[in-house]
């Protein structure tokens, strides 16, 4: 979705739990995913629940398609494909339309406008529209390979009872082509005993993840005076809720990135960041740990680790290797769980470390075609 990437006062404040899902403490029945397999036949199958996919639209025109396309393309039998118009100027509706008009077994369309509200509200309206057991959010610039519902629902399967959201793995989409060798989540998934730990240093979450529709009665939905980041305040307060992350090995998602979304204004992202983890910090104060309070403290100090490591890139490229050691090393200081990071760290205490670094980085610039205006 171009726009990419919200707590209000009446979103629940529910009580952060330590333990992994269903470990020590009783958790909510499983939803019916009844027994699915990874290659499931299409067709409409009234023993599979229905999955409702929620689609922000906006000034998506030359990539809506593709985002549609893929989900008819699922394999998982019954779908229903919830599409909003977020006060798109271009004409990408009219394309949406084209696909709304046509009549294709297992698949169920509905179309709604709104005036532009921004990404979080318009996947509000959509959750507030859809029907389905299960909710996917997928963006209209991004799109499933074949098979990543079905995957994913046999994923939820296999995990059986516990409060868990099954997150598809990625591969970016740059100027550069398709890398399959470098997925989008490089670090390992946390251990769900970590995750309340983790999720205060960075965003691990994916809006392309599997919901049981019971999620949003107890999280809440997304915080629509967030312009930027919502989904990370979104996913600290899943995590403070008990619930946890489960990500597939398989890449099961494409996703694009373009001068004009969201993820490329860099600044913007990093304000959202601060403002993600003060909202959680007032919401969630009260129950977390002294430890976990300090932290939150440092890191608003700090800065975005993100926007340290992106600024490190720069001077990289510049040549300015002792700012680019400066900034490296205040990322680290408040991403001790991310073991790239460290270990970049490590590298640029060596001798020549930081000369290293920088041809690095310059490899990468030609692996995906680097673009400054992608705010990458």
């Not at 019916?32 to 199958?45: E, I, K, L």
């Not at 004409?91 to 294709?104: I, P, Q, T």
Request: hydrophobic share 40%; aromatic share 8%.
């Amino acid at each position: 979705m171009s726009e990419r990437s919200e707590s209000a006062e009446g979103t629940p404040s529910p009580r952060p739990m330590d333990e992994a899902p269903g470990e020590g403490r009783d958790v909510p029945d499983r939803d019916p995913v009844h027994s699915v397999s990874a290659d499931a036949d299409t067709g409409n199958d009234g023993d599979h629940p229905l999955v409702s996919v929620v689609v922000p639209v906006y000034n998506s025109r030359v990539s809506v398609g593709e985002t549609i396309s893929s989900l008819l393309r699922q394999t998982w039998p019954r779908l229903e494909i919830v599409v909003v118009d977020d006060g798109s100027p271009d004409n990408a509706m009219d394309l949406v339309e084209v696909y709304a008009g046509m009549e294709l077994p297992g698949r169920e369309f509905v179309v709604v406008s709104q005036p532009n509200g921004g990404v979080a509200s318009a996947r509000n309206h959509g959750l507030r529209r859809s029907t389905g057991d299960w909710v996917l959010f997928l963006d209209s610039d991004d799109a499933y390979l074949p098979g990543a519902i079905t995957h994913m629902m046999a994923e939820r399967e296999r995990l059986g009872d516990g409060k868990w959201l099954i997150v598809p793995n990625a591969v970016e989409v740059t100027g550069g082509g398709l890398d399959t060798s470098r997925p989008l989540a490089r670090e390992p998934m946390p251990a769900p005993n970590r995750q309340r730990e983790v999720i205060l240093q960075y965003n691990f979450g994916s809006m392309t993840s599997l919901f049981p529709r019971a999620f949003f009665q107890e999280v809440g939905d997304f915080d629509e005076t967030m312009a930027f980041v919502e989904d990370w305040e979104f996913w600290i307060r899943a995590v403070y809720s008990g619930w946890r992350f489960h990500r597939t090995e398989k890449v099961l998602c494409l996703v694009w990135w373009t001068a004009g979304s969201m993820m490329s204004n860099r600044e913007a992202m990093d304000a959202g960041e601060d403002e993600a983890l003060r909202r959680n910090l007032a919401r969630f104060r009260d129950e977390m740990t002294p430890d976990e309070i300090a932290f939150v403290e440092r890191r608003l100090e700090v800065g975005s680790p993100q926007g340290l490591l992106r600024q490190m890139a720069d001077n990289l490229r510049s040549g300015d290797l002792d700012a680019a050691k400066r900034q490296l090393d205040a990322a680290a200081s408040v991403l001790p769980a991310q073991k790239r990071v460290v270990l970049k760290q490590r590298i640029s205490r060596l001798p020549g470390g930081m000369k290293w670094l920088q041809r690095r980085q310059s490899t990468i610039d030609g692996y995906v075609d680097y673009d400054p205006s992608l705010g990458r």
